[in-house]
């Protein structure tokens, strides 16, 4: 009866955000280098990481408690990956933060990039995988629940477990994303840069809308979530 939650629970503690380092020399020249953007290097990339993970640490340890806040940054060099930014945990718990080369190579400035380093370090810190494998968790057994009440056999039973767990991981991801967008502003604003002209990332990328069950806000509510907390600071 745990069979498909659990599935859709495997699954979401990879969908998590990663930790800050410096990225490692044997690898990263050669990754960054062919990702960079119009106005990156190398150097800009390792300034980011410099600059945004000791503030990413250090609002980890302030807004949580026994959280592990030993951030870690890494370049997926894989050139066929798409543009995506996203953060995980280790074996170790440990959160890492992962961006692909052709990110790298989309984002326009140093703002845009900082702003989504901190939008992925925001995901550890207000422990968003771990809420999304509970509202998956739970949504799998209440969709379990009901159809075995209504007689259903064991493949329905599976079906409804799927489609629970989905719901139920969903029907938050769009508040995860804006709290996420709103922590990375302070995040990034706090390491010395402009988070509104980092949002303008999200004016090249294609909106996703307003759809039932998406699992990223509409572009201009997550402009708007930026400058609004950004008039706070």
Known sequence: MYRAGLCVLAALALAGCVETTSVPSSTAPAAVSRATGPGLSVADFRQVVSRVEPVAERECRTRTTGANCDFKIVVENDPSAPANAWQTLDSAGRPVLT?????????????????????????????????SQEKALTGA??????IAAMGGDANAISSAQDIGATVGARSYSKNYELEADQLGTVIAYRA???PVRGAEYFTRIPDPGDRFLGSHPPNAQRIETVRRTMATL
């Open 192 to 194: 010395g840069y402009n």
């Open 141 to 146: 057994l209440l969709g379990g629940v009901l």
């Open 99 to 131: 961006f692909t080369v052709a990110l790298i190579a989309e984002v326009q400035n140093t703002d845009e990039l900082a702003f989504v380093m901190g939008h992925e370090a925001a995901h550890h810190i207000s422990g968003h995988i771990a809420r």
